[in-house]
């Protein structure tokens, strides 16, 4: 739209005032609500009656890489009658631009203070270098990233 190669468009990310600012014919309209959700590769938990517990808390803190083992007290703790087990946990991150990933890092942002000034809010962030994350070039490439590597979570 902005490059006015064509005339409407569908995205996940609205545009930012600066880009209606700076093109005064754009207009956001809402017409999907899109839910990004946390998926995990647990199988000795594949047959709980329940799924993994994490909160706002423990989520940030996966993603920068501060939590890294499945069986950490915290979460073990939102999960008490489950054993979780000692796997390291592998963050899968999007290596290419995304609306889904700036909608997943904007709610980290908002989640923990810690992420925001790590991270940030991004289509494209830079994540911090850790030891078990794995980048992942496209939205396919995250769940066959997440099949292969167990302990392994995206969104």
Do not use: C
């Not at 409407?8 to 899109?34: C, E, M, R, Y």
């Not at 066959?144 to 590597?149: V, Y």
């Amino acid at each position: 739209l902005i490059a006015q190669e064509v005339d409407f468009a569908g995205s996940v990310t609205p545009f930012s005032t600066a880009d209606i600012k700076l093109h005064g014919d754009l207009q956001n309209l809402p017409t999907v609500a899109t839910a990004v959700t946390v998926v995990y590769n647990l199988p000795t938990l594949h047959n709980s009656s329940s799924s993994v517990l994490l909160n706002a808390t423990v989520l940030p803190l996966i993603f920068t890489g501060n939590i890294t083992w499945w069986n950490n007290s915290m979460i073990q703790a939102l999960n008490p009658d489950k054993d979780m087990p000692r796997i390291r946990i592998r963050p899968i991150v999007h290596g290419s631009s995304s609306g889904t990933t700036g909608l997943f890092t904007a709610a980290l942002s908002s989640m923990n203070s810690y992420f925001q000034d790590t991270v940030g809010a991004s289509e494209l962030p830079a994540w911090p270098a850790f030891p078990t994350r794995i980048d992942s070039p496209k939205d396919p490439g995250q769940i066959i990233s997440l099949h292969a590597n167990e302990g392994s979570i995206t969104w």
